[in-house]
């Protein structure tokens, strides 16, 4: 009976590691992508199509030196009016970790975004203060093109960070509804994190 119990709770995690998400990486290179706006005028800002995992497309957007990414092939409504960052200024890692469903699919993209926070005593930014924060994203499809940010965890915050960023994409980033949700932050949040903005087309 024992034996029969074992083998039973091994089939239950076979098939439970079978059916769980896997991560894939791309780079996040801006100097590869090809520019599809520019303004060089006060609060200069940039447009650029980056290339992103099998054929799903990166957007990436900066002005007012804060910085916004969408993925997979959003409408053009996204592209055009669509920002979604924090309200300090910030930048975004290197690395794109995407989480790919049991059908192949990327359905989730997990990118970390640096927090230039200011020294009260200088007003100026520090290192020292410097907060990160993982981005999760709902990655647009060919039939719903709708793709946002889908969730917020405190990298410093918490202790296994990436781990806890995977969760979240994988629980609820392919069900997420793209300008009715409101997308929040999970686990602990500390100081460093700064307060996301949003704008998101009608």
């Known amino acids: 009976m024992i034996r029969v119990g074992m083998c ?11 059916g769980a998400n896997e991560s894939s990486y791309t780079d996040m290179n801006t100097d590869r992508c090809n520019t ?15 290339r992103g995992l099998d054929g799903y497309p990166v957007y990436f957007k900066e002005g007012d030196a804060r910085q916004s990414v969408f ?57 020292a203060l410097e907060g990160q924060v993982l981005v999760i994203s709902r990655v647009a499809q060919p039939d719903d093109e709708s793709g946002c940010v889908a969730a917020y965890v405190d990298a410093l915050a918490n202790k296994d960070a990436n781990g806890l960023a995977r969760q979240v994409a994988d629980d609820m980033a392919a069900n997420f509804t793209c300008g009715q949700d409101e997308p929040a932050f999970h686990g602990e949040r500390g100081e460093r ?3 996301p903005s949003r704008h998101l087309p009608e």
């Open 8 to 18: 039973f709770a091994m089939l239950m995690l076979c098939a439970a590691t079978a």
């Open 36 to 50: 599809l706006s520019s303004n060089e005028e006060e609060g200069s800002s940039v447009s650029l199509k980056c």
């Open 71 to 127: 993925f997979g092939p959003v409408s053009q409504s996204y592209l055009d009016g669509g920002f979604e960052s924090f309200g300090m200024f910030n930048y975004v890692g290197k690395k794109i970790e995407w989480r790919i469903d049991d059908s192949g699919t990327p359905v989730a993209a997990i990118l970390r975004y640096f927090i230039s926070n200011l020294d009260p005593e200088t007003g100026m930014p520090t290192k």
């Open 193 to 195: 994190a700064s307060e």
